[in-house]
């Protein structure tokens, strides 16, 4: 009875402190594309993506019944920074699902004209009015979003005066940007402007450390085959527990009944903790993380704004050394990478699996048609038959030529100017599971082999390399075949072997590629890429670093005169994909399983056009 009673009390005063229009609510994810095309076309930074924000603690004046429900103290506010814009997950400001789909789009048309936010009060406004005074049309859906927020902010009758001259200066800088300079000071925040984008929240550090190669590695523990996932990026911070008596704080929290974040608990490595991690990771503002770096089972999945390392130059060994693009910088940093080339020369020869044969035959039937093959050649001084159509044409022109009698057809065998280098993503994320009995790994591997079958097919000079990294020091570049050498059961034993490595430094892998590809001597080169997610890596090299720097690398590779091509299996390759490698210049894959089907086809589609 008492838990009936509860529930009943807890709905009637959710519904009495609620501000939101529920039945009116608009989600991110229905409008990601339009809005993400609606950013790039105003003139936002084509790196960027839309993320959803995550909740942060507003200081407000909350009334009595606010206080007693616990509502009012965090509020997705829209916000962005040079990695991604952040928006509400959902939006229901508004009675009217058209009045709040059209604060998304003024959101991100604020996003796309203030990158970055010094003065919230006066940047808004500056914003704002650029946007009214350049577009008609912004500007009538502006006035319109105006009047109908301001009957939906609290009344400021019986509410402090430094907190109600701020409330009022507001209200006009809405209905008049550009007009006032400075925000009268108060105790409080006032309410949510949902008009204007908010400053980056502050990241705490307590000690900013960089995740170097020191520390415990990562250890091989049972992984949980069902992962939850977490939508918004949640905020980080680093501490230092690798001593004994430094970091975190021992603590048993038998006496609480719910997690708190005043304090950061060194809490036991293991698996035996509580079921509902997605709602935990949900519920707290700043995620501490350990430095220790032992693994255990991923119950939950979600992005951390970890504090990225700035300095990440080392001396570099023996090996491959590649540049790097630093795109706040504008340039490439010189010897930034090393990269390391290796052979599975130990690997036994293995012949064409059985559950491949069949695709593979069907395959190399079809590339057959596009090797070398018969070409009938017109117009010909001799050959095996007449050409009448040569011959009418040339009886029909008023002046003949007696000396010319090209009257012949020729057949010739002849052979396709091409060659194609397929560099594989073997990152740690290929251990994913695409079904109950296969990972992505596994798709990856049979698809290396049933488009090598019908390489060998035509004919045409191919080479085969997979990658992974561990931070810039060590970027692994296996090599399964190589140009010029014979398509063999050696080389199915090498992709027979390869398995999932570390992280992905695509940029580095790529620059790599095209200087192997840079010396072939074919008129046609083809770098085709298959991979299944995003670059990123231990260091700095994640969110739009790691996407920059590979943009960069492709734009190398296409003035080197190389065609790069990307085929992917990740379901979000449409947010950045276009970005990287153009409209036309990638396929997604929906069902993974059948990419040994697919990526043949993709492939004569590339080669022949």
Wanted: aromatic share 8%.
């Amino acid at each position: 009875m008492e838990e009936f009673i509860g529930k009943i009390w807890d709905r009637w005063l959710t519904r009495q402190v609620t501000s939101d229009f529920t039945s009116a609510s608009v989600n991110l994810t229905d409008l990601q594309a339009e809005l993400t095309l609606y950013y790039r076309a105003l003139g936002g930074a084509p790196g960027k993506t839309l993320e959803p924000a995550d909740a942060r603690k507003v200081r407000l004046r909350r009334t009595g019944m606010q206080r007693v429900a616990g509502s009012h103290q965090r509020f997705a506010l829209p916000w962005q920074d040079d990695r991604s814009v952040r928006l509400p997950a959902s939006l229901a400001v508004f009675s009217s699902p058209r009045l709040n789909t059209s604060l998304y789009y003024w959101l991100v048309a604020m996003a796309a004209r203030l990158p970055q936010v010094s003065n919230w009060f006066r940047d808004n406004q500056q914003a704002a009015l650029a946007l009214t005074s350049s577009y008609p049309g912004l500007n009538r859906q502006y006035k319109e979003l105006v009047a109908e927020l301001m009957a939906l902010r609290p009344p400021v009758d019986d509410i402090p005066e430094d907190l109600r001259r701020r409330e009022l200066a507001v209200a006009q800088a809405l209905r008049e940007p550009g007009l006032l300079a400075d925000l009268p000071s108060s105790a409080f925040d006032c309410f949510p402007v949902w008009l204007w984008l908010y400053p980056q929240p502050p990241t705490l550090f307590s000690v900013p450390v960089a995740t170097t190669g020191s520390g415990p590695e990562l250890e091989a523990g049972e992984r949980s085959s069902e992962q939850q996932t977490l939508q918004q990026r949640k905020q980080a911070q680093r501490i230092d527990d690798e001593h004994e008596t430094d970091g975190l704080l021992v603590f048993l929290p038998d006496s609480l009944m719910s997690w708190t974040e005043q304090i950061n608990l060194d809490r036991c490595q293991d698996d035996d903790s509580d079921d509902d991690f997605e709602q935990i990771a949900n519920d707290i503002d700043l995620i501490t993380v350990s430095r220790q770096r032992k693994a255990t089972a991923a119950k939950v999945k979600f992005d951390l704004d970890l504090p990225a390392a700035e300095n990440d130059e080392l001396c570099l060994g023996p090996g491959i050394r590649l540049p790097e693009w630093h795109y706040r910088k504008g340039r490439l940093r010189p010897d930034v990478c090393l990269l390391q080339p290796l052979l599975a020369d130990e690997a036994e020869p293995v012949s064409l699996p059985a559950h491949l044969r069949q695709t593979s035959e069907e395959v190399r039937r079809k590339f057959a048609l596009v090797g070398l093959g018969n070409t009938r050649l017109r117009g010909q001084p001799d050959g095996q038959d007449l050409d009448l159509d040569a011959w009418i044409d040339e009886y029909s022109k008023p002046l003949r030529d007696t000396a010319r009698q090209n009257f012949f057809l020729d057949q010739r065998k002849t052979h396709r100017d091409f060659c194609c280098l397929i560099l594989a993503d073997l990152s740690l994320s290929t251990e994913g599971y695409v079904s109950d009995d296969c990972q992505v790994i596994d798709v990856i591997r049979d698809s290396l082999m049933v488009l090598a079958e019908g390489l060998d097919q035509t004919r045409d000079d191919f080479a085969i390399y997979g990658f992974s990294s561990v931070r810039n020091s060590h970027v692994r570049y296996q090599l399964m075949k190589n140009f010029g050498e014979p398509y063999s059961d050696r080389v199915r034993g090498r992709i027979a072997r390869i398995k999932p490595g570390f992280y992905t430094r695509m940029g580095a892998a790529i620059r790599q590629s095209s200087r192997i590809l840079e010396r072939q001597p074919q008129a046609h080169r083809v770098l085709l890429l298959v991979s299944d997610g995003k670059p990123n890596d231990l260091d700095q090299y994640e969110g739009r670093y790691g996407i920059e720097d590979t943009r960069q690398a492709i734009i190398e590779a296409r003035q080197l005169g190389i065609t790069p091509y990307c085929v992917t299996v990740d379901e979000c390759g449409h947010d950045y994909l276009p970005y990287l490698f153009g409209r036309d210049g990638f396929a997604v894959v929906s069902d993974p399983t059948q990419l040994p089907r697919v990526l043949p086809r993709i492939y004569l589609n590339v080669s022949t056009h």
